[in-house]
């Protein structure tokens, strides 16, 4: 399962897709769906996130996570945000300045 974002060449309004692979009688299918916008945004920021902590066993900084984010065309200051509130809901937890579960 993968979240990309498009954007229309005339509009630059931005999509988020989610690609999924299906298996078929005949091999395997690709299943691309439309997701609204916010579901898609905290998707792909726990995607990110995911990513991220898994590639620093655990344990990342913050800036590591939103640098990720913005890479994958989330802005700093949805990923900043929510950070906290994944914090503040206990998601999260910040060690030494450090993110991690």
Do not use: W
Not at 9 to 21: G, L, S, W
Not at 52 to 69: K, T
């Amino acid at each position: 399962m993968a979240i990309v974002k498009i954007s229309c060449p005339h509009c630059e309004d931005a999509v988020f897709i989610e690609v999924t692979e299906e298996k078929g009688t005949y091999g395997a299918r690709l299943k691309a769906t439309v997701l609204p916008s916010d579901k898609a945004r905290l998707r792909l920021f726990e995607e990110v996130l995911n990513d991220v902590l898994e590639r620093h066993n655990g344990i990342a900084p913050p800036s590591i996570v939103v640098m990720e984010g913005s890479k994958r065309g989330l802005k700093q200051e949805f990923v900043r945000k929510t950070l906290n509130s994944y914090v503040n809901t206990g998601k999260l937890h910040i060690e030494n300045g450090n993110v991690m579960r």
